[in-house]
């Protein structure tokens, strides 16, 4: 039997709009001449550390995509994403919604304080293709285990976002194709200046 898309009840994705971080106010000022020494100001010490911040936009992408996976045959990958609903006659899948945090970088955060009255909230809907998708799935992945694993600061993760968000994607891919051009010359110049030595018995007229 094979897994397929079907409309079946309804679909529904969680996500938050809000999250805790560090203040922005406070920008502690470090003894260059003393270690270990982290003076704040009078003002600064009377902000709370951490604060709650508004996410002010909501990309949300229905993917499209009618395959029919065979049912065991389906790719981990896409079987993870998948909510399953069994029938009598067989096993069909929702479609997948998926929300794309990518565009909203942290000038976009609204801290939150008693000084609002209001939050403003602009929501779009876009269906997008399972190649789309899966690359998206694959950056947050690669995101989340640069900040995890090689400690990669946030404001790190912001830059490389809005490299993503903001660069054109033809230019981009061109200068990916550029550096790993630069790359391969590289490699090549070394092997040359490897094989020249290994060649050379003499150090006369160089």
């Known amino acids: 039997s094979n897994l397929q898309n079907g409309h079946i009840g309804s679909i529904h994705k969680v996500f938050p709009l809000t999250f805790h971080g560090p203040n922005p106010n406070i920008i502690p000022l470090r003894y260059l001449l003393k270690e270990n020494v982290i003076d704040k100001s009078t003002h600064q010490k009377t902000l709370p550390p951490y604060i709650n911040f508004w996410k002010p936009q909501a990309s949300v992408k229905i993917l ?54 209001s939050l403003s909230l602009e929501v779009s809907f876009s269906k997008m293709g399972i190649s789309r998708w899966q690359l998206n799935q694959r950056v947050h992945e690669s995101l989340k285990q640069q900040k995890e694993q090689f400690g990669f ?52 007229g160089l």
Request: charge should be negative.
């Open 153 to 204: 600061a946030d404001s790190d993760i912001d830059d490389m976002r809005k490299l993503m968000t903001n660069t054109n994607a033809y230019l981009l891919g061109l200068t990916v194709f550029a550096s790993m051009l630069h790359l391969l010359f590289e490699f090549l110049a070394f092997k040359s200046d490897i094989e020249f030595w290994k060649k050379n018995k003499s150090l006369r």
């Open 64 to 117: 499209s995509d009618w395959t029919a996976y065979p049912e065991r045959a389906i790719p981990d990958f896409i079987y993870n994403n998948l909510d399953i609903v069994k029938t009598k006659n067989a096993y069909w899948y929702k479609p997948v919604v998926d929300v794309d945090e990518t565009g909203v970088t942290s000038e976009m955060h609204v801290p939150i304080n008693n000084t609002l009255n």
